[in-house]
């Protein structure tokens, strides 16, 4: 169990932005006359029905950001893009939720609603939480948030448009988890908070217990290894990723392990 340490939550989430652009996250309400551009939520990429509209950024855009994902990777699948934009989406949430649990003790309501997302942007400019809801920074809640919320209707809408298995996802989820865990802690590490390093530890542990992430790999540390296979092999020039189940790209085999 963490032991919370609870700041009030900062309207801009100022305590995100030393540790990197997967962890920023703008914020600022939208209103009539903001000279941003409409983007949709999150909750509309989620659920909208596949084919509910063009595939681009306003009428499909997790169908879109999909597409952009295997046209930049040259990835001969469209399997092989959802798998990658879905890691790179769990790392942008798993990055903001469990920097502000560590740094803040309370996080911010992440409701999928409240998340404006640019399908066609990188992180930071991805995401833009338009109103900031302070919860606790537990890992009941982060979980709830972050796997209950938002990665497991992810993970149902990318499967009614691509073939991508549960287990692959799971695993991609864990690995991104993972992932924000080790950066925080190496920040915390760099810049002398071991407060940080030991909560962020501490969480993520906590948070590996999550039936949805418990048999997704061994967590030691901040190393995991994870048991599915995230398919980036398979992308022209791609390697082993840091946390792979194999020590070289499984080119040989006739089946990697997907989940
Ligand atoms: S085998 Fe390992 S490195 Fe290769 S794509 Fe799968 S998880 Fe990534």
């Known amino acids: 169990m963490v032991l919370l340490h609870v700041v009030d939550l900062d309207l801009d989430l100022a305590a995100l932005r030393p540790l990197g652009p997967f962890f920023a ?34 009428g499909d855009p997790l ?26 989406l769990a790392a942008r949430l798993w990055s903001v939720t469990l920097g502000c649990a560590v740094l803040y003790g309370s996080i911010p309501e992440p409701d999928p609603g409240l998340l404006l997302w640019d399908p066609d942007a990188t992180a930071p400019d991805d995401l833009w939480l338009t109103e900031v809801r302070a919860r606790p ?34 695993g991609n989820s864990a690995s991104a988890l993972a992932g924000a865990a080790r950066q925080l802690d190496l920040w915390a590490r760099t810049n002398g908070r071991p ?23 061994t967590l030691t540390g901040t ?7 995230c398919l980036y092999y398979r992308v022209p020039g791609g390697g082993i990723c840091g946390d792979c189940c194999f020590t070289r790209p499984p080119r040989s085999s006739p089946r990697a392990p997907s989940g």
Not at 145 to 153: F, I, Q, R, S, Y
Not at 223 to 229: D, K, L, Q, V
């Open 25 to 58: 996250l703008r914020t600022r309400p939208v209103g009539p006359g903001d000279p941003v551009r409409p983007l949709p939520t999150l909750a509309r990429a989620y659920w909208d029905a596949p084919g509910s509209g063009a595939p681009d950024v306003h």
């Open 63 to 88: 169908s879109f950001r999909v597409r952009k994902v295997t046209r930049a990777l040259r990835a001969p699948e469209d399997r092989i893009g959802a798998s990658v934009a879905q890691q790179g």
């Open 137 to 170: 920074g537990d890992a009941a809640t982060v979980a709830a948030a972050v796997l209950d919320g938002h990665l497991e209707p992810l993970c149902a809408a990318l499967r009614a448009r691509h073939p991508v298995a549960p287990g692959l996802l799971r």
């Open 195 to 217: 407060d940080v390093a030991a909560r962020a530890r501490t969480l993520t542990a906590e948070l590996f217990t999550h039936p949805l992430l418990a048999d997704t790999g």
């Open 223 to 229: 190393a995991f290894r994870r048991r599915s296979c």
